[in-house]
């Protein structure tokens, strides 16, 4: 009986400090602006996970010095991650990186996303192509006659929305930073995010990135 106390104590403590840090890193960002990023809170289409890798990435994309000030340095810490060549080129990026319009969810976006993380986790793939060979080109004909660009970024592994983002933007095996690219891309306007189990990694996140729609 002691030990089960002593074990919530514990639990309770860490929660404390989690939750502790988390809003002295907010602290920093002001009220309206975290309002802002939170464009897809009231959406039904996304689960609570989703919503918050929205969040995240328009913090990022709305001011990456104090992305990278706050929850990049933050996260870089408590997760002991090397300040490698990935590591550091990122921060010198978002120090240098203007501000981007914020990102609005998108219910085909987040289909397209939806469809093809299920596919992956299904079927235990990873990529762009779906798993009945179709290209990622036939797999976004849809899109083209909507959006005036599509970019798609994939994740495997992480099922919390910082570690999506965090993961992405750092980019490790990515050729030419494409992830990151995609997440602060100065042309995209909407999003679609879905995270679904996935059969070899657990959980996979599928973000699909939309410029200005054509039919406006």
């Not at 960002?29 to 996304?46: F, R």
């Amino acid at each position: 009986m002691r030990n089960s106390i002593l074990f919530l104590f514990l639990i309770f403590q860490v929660l404390g400090y989690s939750q502790s840090q988390s809003s002295d890193l907010l602290q920093l960002w002001p009220d309206t602006a975290l309002a802002k990023a939170n464009s897809a809170l009231e959406v039904s289409y996304m689960n609570y996970e989703e919503k918050q890798v929205v969040y995240y990435i328009n913090l990022c994309r709305m001011n990456p010095a104090l992305f990278e000030e706050t929850f990049l340095k933050e996260y870089t810490k408590e997760n002991k991650i090397k300040k490698d060549k990935d590591v550091r080129d990122l921060i010198s990026q978002l120090k240098e990186t203007s501000p981007r319009v914020l990102l609005k969810p998108d219910p085909l976006l987040t289909q397209t996303a939806r469809n093809h993380a299920q596919d992956m986790g299904n079927s235990g793939r990873t990529g762009h192509n779906a798993s009945d060979g179709s290209s990622y080109q036939v797999r976004m004909e849809n899109l083209a006659s909507e959006f005036s660009s599509v970019n798609e970024n994939a994740n495997y592994g992480n099922e919390l929305a910082l570690n999506i983002v965090i993961d992405l933007i750092i980019g490790r095996n990515v050729p030419n930073a494409g992830h990151r690219r995609n997440i602060l891309d100065i042309e995209s306007r909407f999003i679609g995010v879905a995270i679904e189990p996935h059969k070899r990694f657990r959980f996979n996140c599928v973000q699909d990135f939309g410029g200005s729609k054509n039919n406006h």
